[in-house]
């Protein structure tokens, strides 16, 4: 906790890559089909993305497998009760994780998402077997080599699918996203199959049941141009509201900034303010009483 919090607070004073280089340490944790990786913050690569392990041949990217490798590094890493903070997907999985598990998370910050994505139930049949379909016809074509990149290269095409990154963030993504071929150039580490459809899906009376199991305080860091403008599906912006007010009831946080989906990787002084904040309030007086108490 204290990590995260000095993280946060310096945030605005890393120059540089190599300065960031230097306060991370590399982390490593043993799951069944190889490794789930990351800094000791924690901040961990999804399984399938930066120098995590891609998820055995012929087994979907699940929310629940996620919210299972979540619960892998905690044991890993003897974490009974911590603070939980993810950006889009990864709040969503944040979000579900702290539900399940409610007791092991005392704050729960939510960047750019709604901690769930329901879906119209006429319409989960559909996208269930979309997400299979993807899946079938990934494996039943001849899988060749990666395609490798020059750096410059892998810069373009990361930015023609985000054109919101700044250069900054480019270079700051590719320091996990890419392996190095020796003597060819690069290729992306993440997993192709991150990208299918995600075939577990649950509506909006389940989304709201799962969010009263909350126990931990709750911020939601929405922004202007963000999430509801590029990723959801259509069917999905008519939940926002729901979710949204079911946290407001409950007396949680709900903040919107100026920016794009990716503010808190481009202008990350603008998010982390509300970030340190919250946890200052909500964390760490809760934390020097245990203290005090031990």
């Excluded at 004073?13 to 089909?33: D, F, G, Q």
């Excluded at 016809?137 to 699918?161: D, N, P």
């Excluded at 389940?206 to 259509?234: N, P």
Aim: aromatic letters at 8%.
């Amino acid at each position: 906790m204290r990590a995260l919090m000095q993280t946060i607070r310096s945030v605005r004073h890393r120059a540089t890559s190599a300065a960031m280089a230097k306060e991370v340490s590399e982390l490593s944790i043993p799951v069944p089909w190889g490794e789930i990786r990351g800094c000791r913050y924690v901040a961990v690569d999804l399984a399938g993305h930066g120098r995590s392990s891609h998820r055995p041949p012929g087994v979907f990217y699940l929310f629940p497998s996620y919210v299972a490798d979540v619960l892998r590094v905690a044991d890993a890493l003897q974490l009974k009760k911590f603070s939980l903070l993810g950006h889009s997907m990864g709040a969503d999985i944040a979000g579900l994780f702290s539900a399940l598990y409610p007791d092991m998370v005392d704050a729960l910050v939510l960047l750019d998402a709604y901690g769930f994505l329901p879906t119209d139930s006429k319409d989960i049949p559909k996208v269930m077997r979309q997400g299979m379909d993807e899946m079938l016809q990934f494996e039943q074509k001849t899988e060749g080599e990666k395609r490798v990149y020059t750096y410059e290269k892998a810069i373009e095409r990361l930015s023609a699918a985000n054109p919101s990154l700044s250069e900054r963030s480019l270079h700051i993504l590719l320091e996990r996203g890419l392996d190095q071929v020796e003597g060819a150039g690069f290729v992306f580490s993440r997993d192709l199959r991150v990208n299918f459809k995600n075939i577990v899906r649950i509506s909006l009376e389940q989304s709201l049941e799962m969010q009263s199991r909350i126990q931990a305080s709750v911020l939601v860091v929405l922004t202007e141009e963000g999430f509801d403008r590029i990723f959801s599906e259509q069917a999905q912006k008519k939940f926002t509201l729901p979710l949204l007010q079911g946290f407001r009831d409950r007396n949680h946080k709900v903040v919107t900034v100026p920016g794009d989906h990716h503010i808190h990787l481009n202008n990350p002084e603008v998010v982390a303010p509300f970030v340190s904040d919250f946890l200052q309030t909500k964390v760490l007086p809760s934390s020097a009483g245990l203290e005090q108490k031990l």
